[in-house]
């Protein structure tokens, strides 16, 4: 029975990160045409979905590679 409820909570967990991290990573996608940080984010938005999903950290890791690419580059 333990099991079963433990399964449930971490079912339940996993389906909030993904609706959170999924609305703020589309928020900043919005924020690409809209007014707003979009590059501050989306970072945010892969960062909350990274706790979860290894897809997320890759890409995670891509956009803080490409930032300091950028970084330099203006610096």
């Not at 999903?53 to 891509?62: E, G, I, M, N, P």
Request: proline share 4%.
């Amino acid at each position: 029975m333990t099991m079963f409820i433990s399964g449930i909570v971490r079912q339940t967990k996993r389906l909030i990160i993904v609706v959170i991290g999924s609305t703020v990573l589309l928020i900043g996608l919005a924020m690409v045409v809209l007014p707003g940080p979009a590059f501050i984010v989306i970072p945010i938005g892969l960062g909350i979905l990274a706790s979860e999903f290894v897809w997320a950290r890759s890409l995670l890791k891509k956009v803080r590679t490409k930032f300091q690419k950028i970084k330099k580059e203006v610096v």
